[in-house]
């Protein structure tokens, strides 16, 4: 098992344009969680998707969108990306049956907006 | 708005030393409190914490949750360098009071442990 892999592993951008972050997980988990972590402030949730077809916002959603595209995979997309969204992006799947374990992170996405 | 507060923000000792971190919470519908480590990658899960009063032990770290008092504490004995990371606090909740529905998790800021030789 790979557990969650995330794509790219670093990215630049400029002012403005759009980039998706991809996430997946063949832990067959249902909850998949984005979360973006600064330095000092911890992690700060994005946007979750409990199952598969929902998805809602988290801490600090704006900005962002997200699809959850099937049981596996949760993108997280930045339409016009802005330098307050530099940042170290971190996917997140979690079992929601049975004994959970909490949840298990991809290695996350070094983005720098200039 | 939930809330998880730890403390001390960083912490700096020596191999052998005994350390405790606190993390304190508000949260709507709290449903567990979790424990991670953050080397220099994604953080790694090391305990979940349900019940009150209940200690959960992996080797050196163990951690004990006060649900009346909201707080939680994770120990590490006998610290080795290997133990340098940020730890972090996360307390989930529940979408409906009394459920069990998985919520989302709201993370403190973290505590930075250095342990040196």
């Known amino acids: 098992n790979a557990g969650v892999t995330q794509t790219p592993k670093f990215q630049v951008l400029k002012t403005g344009q759009s980039m998706t972050l991809q996430c997946a997980q063949d832990m067959n988990h249902n909850s998949m969680y984005w979360y973006r972590q600064d330095p000092g402030m911890g992690l700060r949730l994005i946007y979750y998707?409990?199952?598969?077809?929902?998805?809602d916002k988290g801490e600090v959603p704006n900005g962002y969108n997200v699809s959850r595209l099937n049981k596996r995979e949760f993108s997280l997309r930045l339409e016009s990306a802005a330098p307050s969204q530099t940042s170290v992006y971190f996917c997140?799947?979690?079992?929601?049956?049975?004994?959970?374990?909490?949840?298990?992170f991809g290695p996350g996405t070094r983005l720098t907006v200039l | 708005e939930d809330k998880v507060v730890q403390s001390p923000l960083s912490l700096v000792v020596h191999e052998g030393d005994t350390v405790t971190l606190n993390c304190s919470y508000e949260v709507t519908n709290f449903r567990s409190l979790l424990w991670y480590k953050q080397e220099k990658k994604a953080p790694t899960f090391l305990f979940m914490l349900t019940s009150s009063g209940i200690e959960k032990k992996s080797g050196r770290l163990s951690s004990i949750l006060d649900k009346k008092e909201l707080f939680s504490i994770l120990n590490i004995t006998a610290t080795q360098t290997g133990d340098s990371a940020i730890y972090l606090c996360?307390?989930?909740?529940?979408?409906?009071?009394?459920?069990?529905?998985?919520?989302?998790?709201?993370f403190g800021q973290g505590t930075i442990l250095t342990v040196h030789p």
């Open positions: 998707s409990a199952s598969e077809g929902t998805t």
């Open positions: 996360a307390v989930e909740n529940t979408p409906n009071a009394g459920g069990t529905s998985y919520g989302k998790l709201t």
């Open positions: 997140a799947s979690r079992v929601t049956s049975g004994r959970a374990l909490g949840q298990f």
